[in-house]
Structures are given as C-alpha cells and as structure tokens.
C-alpha cells in the first residue's frame, strides 16, 4: 500500500461507546497529524506528532485521546463522544518532522456519526 | 481575523473551459507556504500544488497552475481545460514558518464541471 490510509472509513456510535480511528502512513515520513472536519467549517487541527512525540494539542476535549506508538501509526481513541463530535477526522504526515514547510499528504477520512 | 479567505462558496465551468478559485492570504511572516488541496465527495483530501513566498516563478502541477501576486496576498488557482473530474471542493491553506505545525485551512470554493 502507498500514501496514508485510516481505518475503518464510517462509523457510527453511541454516546458511551469507546473506539478507535487508526492511521498509517507509508511515506517514511516523521510528522502525523489528525485534523477534525466538520460541515461548513474549516478544517481544524487537532493533534500534531513529530517523531512519535506530541507536539501540539489545540485545546482538544479529552474525550480524545491521541497516540501514536511509531512513526508510520497513529490512533484516535474516542469515548463518551457527543453528538457534536460528528465529522469527518482526517489524518495526515508529512516528511522531515513538524517543522519546515513542507506539504501534508492526507489519508481519506473516517466519517464519524455520534448517536 | 481570518489568515486565508476563499470568498466563493461556489463556481460552474463548462468542460474544456479554465477556471479560476480566489484565495487571499493574512500573514506577518516573510516566509510562509500556500498549498491547494482538492477534496472529492470520497473525502479524501489531494495535494494540489505548492508556493514558497520566496519562489519568483508561479508554480504550475499539469493543468494546475498557481497565480501567486504576493504585494496583493492572494494565490489564486487556475484549472486549465477542466474536466468532469474535477468537480470537487477545493481548499486554500498556508504554513507559517513560525508556526509550521499549523496548516490553516479556508473554507472552501465547491467546483462543478459540467458537459
């Protein structure tokens, strides 16, 4: 496989239910991102890794929960959601670590429907 | 204030006609990035084409092209010869190479191709 992929690409869940979004990117790249897309707004970044480590978290509810165990996966654990929280969560890399202009490559997205 | 303005919320090009998306820019830096990024209905997000605020030629991806006149902020993307394809959202976004863990997106210009 090439490019980033996430899994699963829909879900839908309830309010108490916990799951999670998985991330992998086959770039070889050091940076990951998860960004939160939701109708007619733009997209918002929610959770920056470079070289596994966090670098950024732009005051995100903790009913999310970030990690990122290597450099090629990140996960987003999710749990007690609102229905809010509905969007499409995309994951994205990038090459040499946070820094630097370089370009982020995306993954096509979970759809996520909170009931 | 918004750092990136995409003023049309929508546009219509015939097939084989070129076309043009606005997107101004608010940044302090003197060295920043604009990237194009097209979102089809799958959700994806495509890396389009890329600009250095130092780069002094326009840069151009295939039919892609970008029109870059920084005294006035505004990195418009042209679609030459359009395609069904290429109906799609399309998104402006810029990196601040003091901020470089941001991607700060528009809101969007939705193109519809049609025959």
């Known amino acids: 496989e090439t490019g980033v992929t996430q899994t699963p690409r829909h879900l839908v869940m309830g309010m108490t239910n916990k799951k999670s979004l998985k991330c992998e990117q086959h770039l070889g790249h050091n940076a990951m991102y998860w960004y939160k897309q939701s109708a007619k707004k733009p997209l918002e970044l929610m959770f920056v890794y470079s070289l596994e480590e966090r670098v950024e978290n732009n005051s995100v509810p903790s009913r999310f929960s970030p990690e990122c165990p290597n450099s090629s996966h990140l996960f987003l654990h999710l749990h007690t959601l609102q229905p809010e929280d509905s969007a499409l969560y995309l994951c994205?890399?990038?090459?040499?670590?946070?820094?630097?202009?370089?370009?982020?490559?995306f993954g096509p997205g979970t759809r996520l429907l909170v009931l | 204030a918004q750092k990136i303005t995409q003023t049309q919320p929508g546009m219509f090009v015939q097939e084989k006609e070129a076309v043009t998306l606005d997107c101004t820019y608010d940044?302090?830096?003197?060295?920043?990035?604009l990237f194009w990024y097209k979102q089809p209905s799958s959700g994806e997000m495509i890396f389009l084409i890329y600009?250095?605020?130092?780069?002094?030629q326009n840069a151009t991806e295939g039919r892609y092209s970008l029109n870059f006149q920084k005294a006035r902020k505004s990195a418009n993307l042209v679609i030459s010869a359009s395609q069904l394809g290429d109906s799609a959202m399309y998104f402006c976004?810029?990196?601040?190479?003091?901020?470089?863990?941001?991607?700060?997106f528009g809101t969007g210009t939705r193109l519809q191709v049609f025959p």
């Open positions: 994205a890399s990038s090459p040499g670590g946070a820094g630097g202009l370089e370009t982020q490559y």
């Open positions: 976004a810029m990196r601040e190479v003091y901020n470089t863990d941001k991607l700060i």
């Open positions: 940044t302090s830096d003197q060295s920043y990035g």
């Open positions: 600009q250095g605020s130092y780069d002094e």
